[in-house]
C-alpha cells in the first residue's frame, strides 16, 4: 500500500524536478525569444548556486506552506489554490535572493521561470492525480473503511469517501441501528452490535465512527472492544461542527489534549481581513457616492422622515453598534415593531416578511436591490463591521439565541456573507446559525472573494431579498 509518505515523498521529487527544467528551460528561452535585451545563450546560463538556491526555497517554502499536507489537499481545487499561493510567495522568495546575490540574472528570465514552473508544476499534480484515479487502486491497494452512524455527519464523511475513492479508500457500507437509515446507496451492514464481526467479514482497515451525543457509552465501549483488530478508529461526533468550530489534538507533555476554544481568527488573519476591508470598502464607497447621492433624494420625496436608518446590532463578541442603512419604511416603524412579529410552528420570532405593510414605496425597491445597505461601507470603514462575515444581528434575537449560535460572534459581522449568497431571507439568519459556522470554520481570503462575486450575482437576481 502506498503510504501517505509515499505520496508526498513523490509529490516532492517531481515538484523539485519541475522546478529544476523549468530553470533549464528559461535559460534556453531568454535568447530565443525576441522579447527585452538581446542576450546571448552564455549569458542566459545560470550558474549551478542558483539552481541550489531555487531548491532549497522552493522545497522548505512548499513544506512550510503545507502543499504537502494531503488531508488539506484531497480535493484538486484545494490543492491547485494551495500550489499557486505557494509558488508565488517563493517565486518573491527566489526574486529576492536573487536581487542580493546574482543581480545580473535577467528579470524577464525570472519571469519566464515563474510561468514555466507553475505550468509544469499544475501540469505534474493533475496528471499524478489522474494516474492514481485510474491506477492507484489496482496497485496500490485499496484501504477499506466502515462507517458507523448513518446520520447526517455519516453522510458527510460518506461524501468525502466516494470523492477520494482516488486514493485508495473504498466504502464498504454503513452500519446504524436503524434499519431504515439512508446509506447513500450502500449496503446497511447492521446495527452497531455486529460492528466487530462485520469489520472481520468485511476486511476494514479504517472504521469511523459518527454517533451522536447520546451514543457516548456505546462508542466508548466499541472503540475498546475493537482493540483486538488491526484498524484505524476515527470518531466525528455530529456535533463538532456546530459546538467546536476548529478543534485540533495538540501534545502537551505526552498528555494529549483536544483544543475546543480558540480564536476564530489568528492575527495574520485578522490583519489580511482587515487591509482588504479597508482597500475594496474605501473604494467602493467612492464609487456609491453618486448613487447613494440620488438614492438620498428619493427617499426624501417618497416619505417624509429622516434619510439614514440607524439601529442597534450585535457586533463581534456581541458587542453593540449603530448600523447604518437607507430607510426604506414608514417614519414610526419602530414602534410598530411589537404587534407585527410573527411566530414559527415551533415559537421562534419571525420579524422580517415579503408583506410588511411599513415598507415604502421606493424602499421595496431599495431592499429588492440591496442598494439600503450601501451606508454600511461606513460601518466597514469604521472596523464595526467586515465586507464578509455572519449578519449582524438584533440583540433582541441574540438574547434568545442558544449557547452554540454565539459562536457566530467571533469574527467581524458582514455586510454580506454565507448566509446572503445561499438563501438570503428566504432563509432567518436566527433560524438558519449553522451557515455562519460553516464560514467561520472554513474562513480564507479566498473564501471572502469568493462570496463577494456570488453576492454581486445574488443581488443581481433580486433573489431572497425583500
Excluded at 464523511?157 to 441501528?177: A, C, E, R
Amino acid at each position: 500500500m502506498f503510504k501517505r509518505a509515499g505520496f508526498s515523498l513523490v509529490l516532492l521529487v517531481g515538484d523539485m524536478g519541475t522546478v529544476l527544467l523549468a530553470l533549464l528551460l528559461s535559460s534556453w528561452l531568454r535568447p530565443l525569444l525576441e522579447i527585452g535585451k538581446p542576450l546571448l545563450a552564455t549569458d542566459a546560463m545560470l550558474p549551478w548556486p542558483v539552481y541550489g538556491v531555487a531548491l532549497f526555497i522552493w522545497g522548505v517554502g512548499f513544506i512550510l506552506l503545507d502543499v504537502y499536507h494531503l488531508q488539506k489537499n484531497l480535493r484538486a481545487l484545494d490543492e491547485i489554490q494551495r500550489l499557486i499561493s505557494a509558488h508565488a510567495a517563493t517565486t518573491l522568495a527566489f526574486a529576492g535572493a536573487l536581487y542580493f546575490s546574482f543581480r545580473d540574472v535577467s528579470r524577464l528570465q525570472v519571469l519566464y521561470f515563474a510561468l514555466i514552473s507553475l505550468f509544469f508544476l499544475l501540469t505534474y499534480r493533475l496528471t499524478f492525480r489522474l494516474f492514481l484515479r485510474f491506477f492507484g487502486q489496482n496497485r496500490y491497494g485499496a484501504r477499506r473503511v466502515l462507517i458507523v452512524g448513518a446520520g447526517r455527519a455519516g453522510h458527510q464523511v460518506g461524501q468525502m469517501v466516494i470523492q477520494n475513492s482516488w486514493t485508495g479508500l473504498k466504502l464498504v457500507g454503513f452500519m446504524d441501528d436503524n434499519p431504515q437509515a439512508d446509506t447513500l446507496g450502500y449496503p446497511h451492514l447492521g446495527s452497531l452490535d455486529h460492528c466487530i464481526e462485520v469489520a472481520q467479514t468485511q476486511r476494514v482497515n479504517e472504521i469511523i465512527f459518527t454517533l451522536p451525543r447520546y451514543a457516548h457509552d456505546k462508542l466508548a465501549n466499541l472503540v475498546a472492544a475493537l482493540d483486538t483488530l488491526k484498524v484505524n478508529v476515527r470518531v466525528m461526533p455530529n456535533f463538532m461542527d456546530l459546538v467546536f468550530l476548529r478543534s485540533e489534538v495538540e501534545d502537551l507533555g505526552g498528555m494529549p489534549l483536544v483544543t475546543l476554544r480558540e480564536p476564530a481568527l489568528d492575527p495574520l488573519q485578522r490583519l489580511i481581513k482587515r487591509t482588504f476591508d479597508l482597500l475594496v470598502g474605501g473604494v467602493g464607497l467612492i464609487l456609491a457616492l453618486p448613487i447613494m447621492g440620488i438614492i438620498a433624494l428619493l427617499i426624501k420625496f417618497d416619505s417624509p422622515g429622516p434619510i439614514i436608518f440607524k439601529q442597534q446590532r450585535a457586533g463581534e463578541n456581541g458587542r453593540p453598534f449603530n448600523m447604518y442603512k437607507f430607510r426604506t419604511m414608514v417614519h414610526d416603524a419602530e414602534t410598530r415593531h411589537n404587534e407585527l412579529i410573527r411566530q414559527t410552528d415551533l415559537g421562534l420570532p419571525i420579524h422580517k416578511f415579503y408583506d410588511d405593510p411599513r415598507v415604502t414605496r421606493f424602499g421595496r425597491f431599495l431592499r429588492r436591490t440591496s442598494l439600503d445597505e450601501l451606508p454600511q461601507l461606513v460601518n466597514v470603514l469604521k472596523g464595526e463591521m467586515s465586507l464578509v462575515g455572519p449578519r449582524p444581528e438584533l440583540p433582541w434575537l441574540v438574547d434568545r439565541y442558544k449557547p452554540w449560535q454565539r459562536k457566530r460572534f467571533e469574527v467581524p459581522q458582514g455586510l454580506t456573507g454565507w448566509w446572503q449568497v445561499n438563501g438570503r431571507a428566504d432563509k432567518l439568519m436566527h433560524l438558519h446559525t449553522e451557515e455562519d459556522l460553516y464560514y467561520i470554520k472554513h474562513y480564507s481570503l479566498w473564501l471572502d472573494i469568493q462570496i463577494l462575486w456570488r453576492t454581486l450575482k445574488t443581488v443581481i437576481d433580486r433573489r431572497g431579498a425583500f
